[in-house]
């Protein structure tokens, strides 16, 4: 699977030419700079964890340009739409849809979800992707949750997991080796760190971790293209 780098907790990811977007915050993005642009960035279908302005600043100007469908909680959807995005896909924790580069589920992810402008924006949510090209688990913004066991038991095997591991807003990267270890993935590839002062990390020992407990832990840099399976 071809994945890009956007910065913070914002991926590309190619399935079944398809393109797949999580979390579009680009411009806001003080790392950015000029390595990725959001009038070119490519995509079909845009997956968006929850309301934060972090997750969700550019979603409306890609998703208007592009005309791709918005996959994310009811109540973005419903927000999007009256900003004048009208392909949706509103879901909602526990929910599952077959979209043509495979199936999407999403799962509990324990944290909140306001809107930029005060607006509800109802369950924040992770996603497990299930396609031909192989699983993986995008968790959004999350503390370790006991619910993470719940995936292995409901979902295939996953190739690899998305984690934030900034600390702070989320778990930390400690607490994501444990994550990876609920979901069963040996795999994963850190999101949602060093973009602010509160989520700076220790990449050493971020990875160090990982390796302590034989699994790979993939510091991601912006704008890169990499290759997993
Ligand atoms: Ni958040
Ligand atoms: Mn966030």
């Avoid at 409901?154 to 900034?166: D, N």
Wanted: charged residues 20%.
């Amino acid at each position: 699977m071809k994945i890009t780098y956007y910065g913070h907790s914002c991926f590309g990811i190619e399935i079944e030419g398809k393109n797949l977007l999580f979390d579009p915050f680009i411009s806001g993005n003080p790392l950015v700079g000029d390595t990725v642009n959001i009038e070119t960035i490519p995509c079909d279908f845009m997956l968006i964890s929850h309301g934060h302005a972090d997750h969700i600043l550019d979603a409306e100007a890609i998703a208007k340009r592009t005309g791709c469908k918005v996959v994310c909680a009811w109540e973005i959807s419903e927000w999007l739409k009256a900003k004048g995005v009208e392909n949706t896909h509103p879901m909602n924790t526990g929910g599952s849809w077959d979209f043509e580069f495979g199936k999407v589920k999403c799962v509990v992810a324990q944290h909140s979800s306001g809107l930029p402008d005060g607006t509800y924006g109802g369950n924040p949510m992770g996603f497990v992707v299930m396609t031909e090209e192989g699983n993986f688990y995008f968790s959004g913004d999350t503390a370790l949750t006991l619910d993470m066991q719940l995936i292995p038991m409901t979902c295939p095997p996953l190739s690899f997991a998305i984690f934030p591991i900034g600390s702070n807003f989320t778990m930390d990267y400690q607490d994501a080796v444990i994550a990876a270890d609920f979901v069963q993935c040996e795999q994963v590839i850190g999101c949602h760190f060093d973009t602010f002062g509160f989520i700076k990390i220790d990449h050493e020992a971020a990875v160090k971790a990982f390796e302590d407990e034989n699994k790979t832990l993939l510091l991601p840099e912006i704008g890169s293209i990499y290759d997993v399976s």
